[in-house]
T-cell receptor, first 112, second 114 residues
């Protein structure tokens, strides 16, 4: 069953603007992770936020987590053409590998 | 090696043939995962290996799918009697420990069943 669900499914913005993607989930989690995928191939881990954390930063990335609303957001500031990719959230609920569930992703296009 | 290595990168096969996909994880990573991604979709969990423990096969879609991991390192995913619906990108990932945190992915194998 789908745990994480990203919103929007697709997003197109101008270079230099900020991009915000959201992830909603259904059950309690240990942590939530964001990954980037270029051209439909391997995913790259971006950032992890634990259930007891509310906000985390890494370079131009800012992640928030609201466990009461079961949602997370990923903000990419000052977007660049190279940020064009699909972004996935993955929720970790423990109990083995099936405790890590990926959403369907947000496809981000940065217009030069 | 520096990262997770998968081979082949592309595989075209005829319906009914068997295929083998290989994954070489990062040295020292005890956890190894196989996922399947159909066009425009998210990742579907297939199977998980943790060290020398028995694998978690809960995600395998049918008995045509099997996997093994020799010596706690290289893994092979085998699909027997391939069907057109098996066409997808097969992704392998590895990580340290038991935490399901910060997975390192290979570039995947694009499987096309004609």
């Amino acid at each position: 069953s789908q745990q994480g669900e990203e919103d929007p499914q697709a997003l197109s913005i101008q270079e230099g603007e900020n991009a915000t993607m959201n992830c909603s989930y259904k059950t309690s989690i240990n942590n939530l992770q964001w990954y980037r995928q270029n051209s439909g191939r391997g995913l790259v881990h971006l950032i992890l936020i634990r259930s007891n954390e509310r906000e985390k930063h890494s370079g131009r990335l800012r992640v928030t987590l609201d466990t009461s609303k079961k949602s997370s957001s990923l903000l990419i500031t000052a977007s660049r053409a190279a940020d064009t990719a699909s972004y996935f959230c993955a929720t970790e609920t423990g109990g083995g590998a099936d405790g890590l569930t990926f959403g369907k992703g947000t496809h981000l296009i940065i217009q030069p | 090696g520096a990262g997770v290595s998968q081979s082949p990168s592309n595989k075209v096969t005829e319906k009914g043939k068997d295929v083998e996909l290989r994954c070489d994880p990062i040295s020292g990573h005890t956890a190894l995962y196989w996922y399947r991604q159909s066009l425009g979709q998210g990742l579907e969990f297939l199977i998980y290996f943790q060290g020398n423990s028995a694998p978690d096969k809960s995600g395998l879609p049918s008995d045509r799918f099997s996997a093994e991991r020799t010596g706690g390192s290289v893994s092979t995913l085998t699909i027997q009697r391939t069907q057109q619906e098996d066409s997808a990108v097969y992704l392998c990932a590895s990580t340290q420990g038991w935490s399901n945190e910060k997975l390192f992915f290979g570039s995947g194998t694009q499987l096309s069943v004609l």
